[in-house]
């Protein structure tokens, strides 16, 4: 549970920066997914981060 933890805490960082429009949307997709992928996480993979946020 703790690495589920961990994954939740930097996505939920991570849309914080998006949405205060730190990160463009390239970047946050480019995180997004290697965290997705270093958590081994199967998911919503959609170019729109506005519906992976929600």
Do not use: C, H, Q, W
Not at 16 to 35: A, H, P, V
């Amino acid at each position: 549970m703790r690495k589920e933890l961990e994954y939740v805490k930097k996505i939920a960082l991570l849309a914080k920066l998006f949405r205060l429009e730190l990160l463009t949307e390239k970047e946050y997709e480019r995180i997004r997914r290697k965290l997705m992928d270093s958590y081994l996480i199967a998911g919503e993979r959609s170019n729109d981060p506005r519906k992976a946020i929600a």
